[in-house]
Each structure stands twice: as structure tokens, then as C-alpha cells.
């Protein structure tokens, strides 16, 4: 893949073969990406609907983003490789093999945004041309957007049809908005629409609860999106997966750290993680994951990757990764293209990966397991 500090990047590694029989699996995919929103927001008080989906789908219970930016949790997302490599691939406009292999196999494609894809790594290198065709939204509050914008791709489902497969990602911004508020249910408090709230003595308070209103708000939107694909019998065709770029941190850590992007935390960097797919049983994984793992996974698992260079396709279950830990580190060192399918939760070492990322790594974080499986 080349020098990470370089402007050149190689990818994929290598051609990837398909098998002969993927063309007759083409499940719709729906990638849900609430920003901001950190792990312990899975709760069925907080986020009642989505706790919901989570218990009757697959519940990741340790799963980490590529970063604790947007930009770098994005990219890991979409491409399986660390955000080291971003601006790479934004130099050249590098679009994602993932969405690459949709358009060859003529997916429609719906984009919805509460900002318009503001960050300019959708448009330099994740979406590039597909963005002429995404549904603009007008709202001068991120509350406000965010309906507007699961409207539209409500609207768009109800349009579509079982012939022709479809790929749909939604982008909801009022967590990360928390302090802006809106005209909507606010359960937790004090919170920052309270007169009597006093930020300068209860601070982590206040605004925690503001956050947890906000991610209250987006779960009665989740929940009528949820709604509407099982009404339209839209799951028993339809790859769901519900995730955000990053969390976000209220000092818990009491090292002056707020929002994102200042330390590498669990509170800033472990996300949710819920999938929906077709003939999977509930089930609550106990085992660590990052965004490198979904587009390995999708690839394998949906597009049905097949390699004639694949190795031993499987080294050790996901529960098995080899970890040591020193005077309250965590030290990994990983080798040669490992990652987590997320279906199966094996560690495999084919050609999916070696197409993605072949690096040999020493990792070391104390108490952060962001880039396990």
C-alpha cells in the first residue's frame, strides 16, 4: 500500500475475483451514521428504539472507530484502512472499493445528510460524482435537518422496488449539534434549556443531559425508519448497520478533555455498532471490533469476495486475539492483514485483507482497544 506519508496509495493491493455465484445475492445495504454518538448511548433510556433493533439484531458491545475525528472515523468506515491514509486518498479522489463493486453491479444509490456531506472527505474522495444526485436539504437547525433529511430517505424507500437492489446512507447531526437544541422531547435534566440549569457549577451535568436529549431525539427518528423498512418488507432483503464516526467526552476522563479529537479515550473513540442481516440470529458480541472490519466484511459476506490468492482463510476465532498486558497496556502487535468478519467473528487472513492492508503494526494504548476485532 506505500508509505502512509506519502501522496500515492495503492489500493486495492491487489485485483480482486468475485465468485461465481455473487450476482445472485444482492441484498440492499442502509448504513446509518449518527455523529458524535458514543457507545453508552445503547441504552434503553436513552435510546429505547435503537436498544430495540440492537436486542432482536446483532449488538456489537465493544466496538471502536478508525479515530476520535470525523474525518479519519469516516474514512475507516467506508475503506477498512487507518486514517493515516486519508489524505492519500483524497489527493487522488480515491473512491471506496465498496461503493465501486454497488455501481458495477448497478445499486441505486441514496444519499441523505442533516449538513449536506459538510465534510469535505465525502466530497474529495467517499461519494465524489454521486453526490450531484443527493437530495439537498434547507434547515438552519441540526434538529430540524436531521427530519427532514430520514423524511427524504423514507420518501426515497417508499420509490423503490424489489428488482433492482439499492444502497442508502443517512447522516444525523443533532448529537453532535447537543447545544443548539430544539423543539423536541427533553427528558434528562437540567439540561441547557433550562433557565435553572447552572452550567458554571454542574457543567458535566448540564451538558451530558443536553447530549442525551439530543440522542433521545434521534432514536424517535430511528425508530419511525425502522418502522417503515419493516413495513415495506424491506428487511428480509435489507443489510442495516447503525454506527457513528466517533463519541465524545465530558471530562470523565478529569483531564480537561471535552468533545472529540483531544485524547484517545474509550468515551471519544468506542461507538455503536448494531447490524440487521437477513437470517442472522440475535445475538450480543463480546468481542472487540473496529471500522476496519465492515468493508472486509461487507465484501466478503455480501459481495461474495473470492480470491485465488486467499490463504488460510480462518487463524483463530475473534475472542482469541493475542494480547498482553503491562503495567495497564494493552500491547498488540498485529501481522499480516488480520481482521474480524463481522458475521462470522473469525479472524481470517485471505485476500480480502491482503487487498486492504498488509502492515505489520506494534499498537500500544492504555486502556483503548480501538484498532482490535
Not at 441523505?112 to 444526485?133: C, M, R, T, V, W
Not at 423524511?151 to 439499492?166: I, M
Request: charged share 15%; aromatic share 12%; proline share 5%.
Amino acid at each position: 500500500m506505500g508509505n502512509q506519508e506519502s501522496e500515492v496509495i495503492r489500493y486495492p493491493l491487489e485485483k480482486l475475483s468475485f465468485s461465481s455465484k455473487a450476482a445472485s445475492y444482492n441484498p440492499n445495504l442502509l448504513v446509518v451514521m449518527v455523529e458524535s454518538l458514543r457507545a453508552d448511548m445503547l441504552d434503553p433510556v436513552v435510546m429505547p428504539n435503537l436498544e430495540d433493533f440492537a436486542s432482536n439484531n446483532v449488538k456489537f458491545m465493544h466496538h471502536y472507530s478508525t479515530s476520535n475525528d470525523s474525518m479519519a472515523g469516516l474514512f475507516g468506515l467506508f475503506y477498512g484502512l487507518p486514517g493515516s491514509y486519508a489524505q492519500s486518498a483524497r489527493t487522488e479522489g480515491l473512491s471506496p472499493l465498496l461503493l465501486d463493486t454497488l455501481e458495477k453491479r448497478n445499486y441505486d444509490f441514496g444519499l441523505f445528510s442533516a449538513d449536506n456531506f459538510e465534510n469535505p472527505i465525502y466530497y474529495q474522495s467517499i461519494f465524489g460524482k454521486h453526490l450531484n444526485d443527493a437530495t439537498k436539504i434547507s434547515a438552519d437547525e441540526a434538529w430540524v435537518a436531521d427530519h427532514k433529511a430520514t423524511d427524504n430517505l423514507e420518501t426515497w424507500l417508499n420509490d423503490k422496488t424489489p428488482s433492482k437492489p439499492w444502497f442508502a446512507y443517512l447522516e444525523l447531526k443533532s448529537v453532535t449539534e447537543y447545544e443548539q437544541g430544539g423543539d423536541y422531547e427533553r427528558p434528562f435534566q437540567p439540561s441547557l434549556d433550562n433557565d435553572l440549569a447552572n452550567v458554571g457549577e454542574h457543567t458535566t451535568l448540564v451538558l451530558k443531559n443536553s447530549y442525551n436529549n439530543a440522542a433521545y431525539y434521534v432514536d424517535s427518528l430511528l425508530g419511525e425508519l425502522f418502522d417503515t423498512l419493516e413495513a415495506k418488507g424491506q428487511l428480509d432483503n435489507t443489510i442495516v448497520i447503525v454506527t457513528a464516526n466517533h463519541g465524545i467526552e465530558f471530562n470523565e476522563t478529569g483531564s480537561n478533555s471535552w468533545g472529540s479529537n483531544s485524547n484517545y479515550s474509550k468515551y471519544q473513540i468506542q461507538v455503536p455498532l448494531v447490524i440487521h442481516w437477513p437470517n442472522q440470529s440475535p445475538t450480543e458480541v463480546d468481542i472487540y471490533s473496529s471500522h476496519l472490519d465492515v468493508v472486509p466484511t461487507l465484501m466478503e459476506s455480501m459481495l461474495a469476495v473470492d480470491s485465488l490468492l486467499s490463504l488460510t482463510p480462518v487463524v483463530r476465532t475473534c475472542s482469541t486475539w493475542p494480547t498482553n498486558q503491562e503495567n495497564g497496556y494493552w500491547q498488540v502487535t498485529a501481522a499480516t492483514s488480520l481482521w474480524c468478519n463481522l458475521t462470522k467473528r473469525q479472524w481470517s487472513t485471505n485476500s480480502v485483507t491482503t487487498a486492504f492492508m498488509t502492515v505489520t503494526t506494534s499498537y500500544s494504548q492504555k486502556g483503548n482497544h480501538s484498532f482490535l476485532c
